[in-house]
């Protein structure tokens, strides 16, 4: 069975820095995109970067400058540097990959559990 699996979430203090990951397991034949959402209660999920995978990235305007997503395609796992944290950047962040299943070889799209970033002095 595919999932992703995420780490990296916790309490951090404004202008701090957090790093996220996201490992995928489980019968895959390969990964293609690979991205980072996040969403507060009431809101929807918004994007907060992407990366393709010969490393095309893809940035929401509000964390330019400040989020970098990379991946190491040997360990399957994407990764979200998070810097100048800001407490608007509070929330719950999903790990979303496009993967192909060995069991279907169809295109699936997963997501992960989720892991809280609180941004807060």
């Known amino acids: 069975q595919v999932q992703l699996v995420e780490s990296g979430g916790g309490l951090v203090q404004p202008g701090g820095s957090l790093r996220l990951s996201c490992s995928a397991f489980g019968g895959f034949f390969s990964i293609r995109d690979m991205g980072w959402y996040r969403q507060v209660p009431e809101k929807e999920r918004e994007l907060v970067a992407t990366?393709?995978?010969?490393?095309?990235?893809n940035y929401a305007d509000s964390v330019k400058g400040r989020f970098t997503i990379f991946r190491d395609n040997a360990k399957n796992t994407v990764y979200l540097q998070m810097n100048i944290l800001k407490p608007e950047d509070t929330a719950v962040y999903y790990c979303n990959a496009d993967l192909l299943p060995i069991a279907t070889m169809r295109s699936t799209n997963y997501w992960g559990q989720g892991t809280q970033v609180t941004v807060s002095s």
């Open positions: 990366i393709t995978n010969d490393g095309s990235t």
